[in-house]
């Protein structure tokens, strides 16, 4: 499957891939108002890892074998076996955040207000994540491994 | 503004953030590498301390609501043709330190542009136009000596040549990018620029900071440099590419050496300059073993015995009052390549007051050097090289019809990979990535989208060219070359048309 990929080498740390997951995943898809009006605005779904010079930007790697869903209590995470996105059902979600004490990579946040998790969708029909059609040094694609 | 000198508070730029647009995301304080934008958590707040702005619009080009604006500050001082606010910002500056100002870039001064003082022919009527889209279009230009004649047996359909030729550098394009250092610019635009010049079939220049182990695989579109601080030279690097450049002045600084600061010097610099870690690399103002075109010529033939008669040698000289002299000279010194650089051609660092104050325009200098040339019946033992200040494909043209064989450009190939032109290179912290080493800043140049724009500006440019020259008739750059009948000079005078060797238009 097309998996979302981080070129350390070229990443800048500008976290325009974080604003653009986040106006993606808003109601207004409008970055000013999304910042400015909408509570609770959402979490970006990607995090910049940065130390010193290094910077890259991780996603849900969609795994294989996706611990996320092995420990999810209430059967909210699951891999869609024809695309391999690992999917996230928010209404099922009762905020035990199992899945992210387990996930290795560090990428499924929380919402405390709510109590649900939010994890990275492929943008749902974007043929083109957000985040790599944001990133203004192709620091991270969108491919086939 | 509080604790600040009355020097800094004179500031140039103005950042102006509209805070209906601003989502306080920090992109620009992340960007900007001198540090104006903040973010203050408490206030959930971004402000700017536009003392430290140096224009170089990173933050606005970055900016993902459109929120910021830099602008000249409107603080006007009261009107004065003589005392402009620059001279007196100067002067506060140097009151306060006591130090040479620094800069970076060409000369910035409204010094006459010669290539917006020429204008182009074309053909109607009488001779027709030539479509580049429909028949073919020759811009390949061959750099290098040529015989004074060439001798041939045969004939009846089958001649042979019976001259044997110098080596010859065949190019796609009559633009190459002219020399930068690794070291003033890092090894991702050295990366960029070799393979855009691969790509292209034309030359880059390493400068004279020696070239990068992994740069080699690029020899045939690489010319080498030997400066006056011989950084980086051996036998591997002298025959690495299709050329050697003698570097003897360049145009913003001509007659000062340069000054690459210690802490710029890194594991990677030291290992291809071949000096210490953290020394400074000081590029003596003339190179000590040459005092005359006696010299000159020794170290010539010394280069061309090393890499054995099989590589051509660039002398490059700044354009100063008796280029044409020196050129005859480095003609007769056996150079194969001149390269001339004019007083608007960029550096990475220069006193401000050289940059601005010494030198000469190269379309005069490009005139003169090519008419002396071809008055002593000299000019077809080396090609021309022209840079300095080489803005658009009309200015390749030009300086074509001057009597160029190719230009060398830089400052515009900078531009290409983002450079704002603030001048401001010596810093070491350019936020676009370029004239910096610093390892987090470095990365903001990825060597493929470099490589992408520095080939699309090449073949951009091409396309322009070729149009031009079918506007006029001209099928080949060839037929172009030191024909100066194609031009024609507005709002010149006698003299400058004189040099120029152009008419007037309408005449
Ligand atoms: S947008 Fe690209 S360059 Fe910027 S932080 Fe994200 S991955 Fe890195």
Redesign the pocket.
Known sequence: MKRVY??ED?????????I?CVVEHSESKNAIRTYKTEVPRPVAR?V?EERGPL???VNCRHCDEPLCVAVCIAGAMVKDEESGVVRHNEEKCVGCWSCVMICPYGVIKMKPAAKKVSKCDLCNGRTMPA?VQ???????VYEER | MLYYDQNKNYRDFEVLRDENKCIQCQVCVRQCSYEVHTYDEKHDEVTADQTKCVGCHRCEAFCPTDALKIRKNQSEFRDNALWTPQYLKNIYKQADTGGVLLTGMGNSYPYPVYWDKMLLDASQVTNPSIDPLREPMELRTYLGAKPDAVEVHGGNGHPRLDTSFAPQIPIEYPILFSAMSYGSINLNIHVGLARAAEEMGTLYNTGEGGLHPTLYQYGKNTIVQCASGRFGVHTDYLNAGVAVEIKIGQGAKPGIGGHLPGEKIGPEISLTRMIPEGTDALSPAPHHDIYSIEDLRQLIYALKEATDYKKLVFVKIAAVHNSAAIASGMVRAGADVISLDGFRGGTGAAPTMIRDNVGVPIELALASVDERLRQEGIRNRASLVVAGGIRCSADVVKAIALGADAVYIATAALIAVGCTVCQRCYTGKCPWGIATNDPYLAKRINPEIAHEKLANLIRGWGHEIQEMLGGMGLNALESLRGNREKLRGVGLNETELNILGIKHAGA
């Open positions: 981080a070129k070229v990443c800048i740390g500008c976290r325009l891939c974080e653009a990607n910049v910077t890259f930007s985040c944001a990133c203004p040094n192709r620091a991270i």
